[in-house]
């Protein structure tokens, strides 16, 4: 069965202090890892896609790396606009869509 | 086309009460996705379709949760006999399977509270 895990739990930083946020997963075929923000009351909104191993994608303060059994969404200079809970997820072979518990990011101004 | 849409983005029932949510995905998605959100929680899955074919059922799902997406467009989401632990945040999503872009596209979500 694959899972997701996530840490830390929750993260408090100040803004301009750099930091990175771990996803471990197990799955039996990786299709796709994902990365989303989720804002309170919304839906996750989709930011990156990683296929395989060594992947790396950015966007603006935010770059998300991929290996073998983990992923690292690492925040650069964070802003307190970039406060929000931080989800991965992992897609296998049989289409499901399996999402971890989430990272709270608090940037304090 | 904006985006996914969920109505109602609120719901508050009495225990016992049925209540039904709408998704209208994306218009180009033939992939259709309900999952269930509860506080601190990620999302978990409920339940795909394929068009207008449900192909995945969690397994957790239980008999009085039912999903359908009669002409592969909108897709309803019933919980008969509702119960005050079906409180929580049901989210849905679509996808495209045409291409690499897979990634799911979510709505704002339905947030239903059980008295």
């Known amino acids: 069965e694959d899972q997701v895990t996530q840490s830390p739990e929750a993260l408090r930083l100040q803004e301009g202090e750099s930091s990175s946020l771990n996803c471990s997963y197990t799955?039996?075929?990786?299709?796709?890892l994902f990365w989303y923000r989720q804002d309170p009351g919304k839906g996750p909104e989709f930011l990156f896609t990683l296929y395989s191993a060594g992947e790396e994608k950015e966007k603006e303060r935010l770059k998300a790396t991929l290996t073998k059994k983990e992923s690292f969404l690492h925040i650069t200079a964070p802003k307190p606009e970039d406060s929000a809970t931080y989800l991965c997820a992992v897609q296998d072979y049989g289409q499901n869509f399996v999402f971890g518990p989430g990272t709270r990011l608090s940037v304090l101004p | 086309d904006t985006g996914v849409s969920q109505d109602p983005r609120h719901k508050i029932t009495k225990r016992g009460q049925n209540v039904t949510f709408r998704c209208d995905p994306i218009?180009?998605?033939?992939?259709l996705y309900w999952y269930r959100q509860t506080l601190g929680q990620g999302p978990e899955f409920l339940t795909y379709f394929q068009n207008e074919a449900q192909l995945e059922k969690s397994r957790l799902l239980s008999d009085r949760f039912s999903a359908e997406r009669p002409k592969g467009s909108f897709s309803t989401l019933e919980i008969q006999r509702t119960e005050q632990g079906d409180s929580a945040m049901y989210l849905c999503a679509s996808s495209q399977t045409s291409g690499r872009i897979r990634e799911l596209f979510f709505g704002e979500g339905s947030r239903l509270t059980v008295l």
């Open positions: 799955v039996s075929g990786l299709r796709g």
């Open positions: 218009s180009e998605h033939n992939r």
